[in-house]
């Protein structure tokens, strides 16, 4: 066996649900060097759309104010990290075509990377452009393959497995029952992955005793 084989043996196994509609997938996708030594990810496209529906929530780019703060925050963090940005000429786009395409690919990590980048590198947008996204990909049948059943059946299966394990936004890594929620989050990952008992420590556990105060209803 390879020192490769060996190494994905041996790593701990997580999930990174992703949708190419979030920038912050981007910036992610971009930061799974510093993990790939520790875990064996496995990327899992996932319609965020329907984890807002299940939650009753709205996108940050459904509030007026909270969408011009996450853009300019999103060419901040480009720019801190180094990474080349552009935003697509409008947002947020319609992914279930790209996604249904990932997942009719079999969620490849590459082809998962190059939609990100389609999007928010070249400022592509991958639903009015959705030809040219599949030439990217080198798919020649891609409008036949996001209608094959299996695939929307899958693409549906791996949200719902999102939505069991409590994922309420993208991109979020899962592992041991844990969601790690954001880019802003390797860090903390990271040192969970030292400390495997962060999560029952007395001060993690009285975070799960305090009582619910006011709570509004979706309208």
């Given at each position: 066996?390879?020192?490769?084989?060996?190494?994905?043996?041996?790593?701990?196994?997580?999930?990174?649900?992703?949708?190419?509609?979030?920038?912050?997938?981007?910036?992610?996708?971009?930061?799974?060097?510093?993990l790939?030594?520790?875990?064996?990810?496995?990327?899992?496209?996932?319609?965020?759309?329907?984890?807002?529906?299940h939650?009753?929530q709205?996108?940050?780019a459904?509030i007026?104010?909270?969408?011009?703060h996450?853009?300019?925050h999103?060419?901040?963090?480009?720019?801190?990290?180094?990474?080349?940005?552009?935003?697509?000429?409008?947002?947020?786009?319609?992914?279930?075509?790209?996604?249904?395409?990932?997942?009719?690919?079999?969620?490849?990590?590459?082809?998962?990377?190059?939609?990100?980048a389609?999007?928010?590198?070249r400022?592509?947008?991958?639903?009015?452009?959705?030809a040219?996204?599949?030439?990217?990909?080198?798919?020649?049948?891609?409008?036949?393959?996001?209608?094959?059943?299996?695939?929307?059946?899958?693409?549906?299966?791996?949200?719902?497995?999102?939505?069991?394990?409590?994922?309420?936004?993208?991109?979020?890594?899962?592992?041991?029952?844990?969601?790690?929620?954001?880019?802003?989050?390797?860090?903390?990952?990271?040192d969970y992955?030292?400390?495997?008992?962060?999560?029952?420590?007395?001060?993690?556990?009285?975070?799960?005793a305090?009582?619910?105060?006011?709570?509004?209803?979706?309208?």
């Open positions: 066996m390879s020192d490769q084989s060996n190494l994905s043996r041996l790593r701990r196994k997580a999930q990174l649900f992703i949708d190419p509609i979030s920038p912050y997938a981007y910036f992610y996708l971009h930061q799974l060097h510093r790939d030594p520790l875990l064996d990810i496995e990327l899992r496209p996932i319609l965020f759309g329907a984890l807002l529906a939650w009753g709205l996108g940050p459904e007026a104010s909270k969408r011009k996450t853009y300019q999103c060419v901040w963090l480009a720019s801190r990290l180094g990474l080349p940005f552009r935003m697509p000429p409008r947002h947020p786009f319609n992914p279930l075509a790209a996604l249904r395409l990932l997942v009719s690919m079999g969620n490849p990590r590459e082809a998962i990377i190059a939609t990100s389609f999007a928010f590198e400022g592509r947008d991958p639903e009015l452009d959705f040219g996204l599949c030439q990217v990909l080198g798919i020649e049948d891609g409008a036949q393959r996001i209608q094959d059943s299996q695939v929307k059946q899958t693409l549906q299966a791996q949200t719902q497995q999102a939505l069991d394990a409590a994922v309420f936004g993208v991109p979020t890594l899962l592992i041991d029952g844990h969601c790690f929620w954001g880019v802003d989050t390797i860090d903390w990952l990271i992955l030292n400390d495997p008992a962060m999560f029952q420590g007395s001060d993690m556990a009285s975070i799960e305090v009582a619910w105060g006011v709570r509004r209803k979706p309208s």
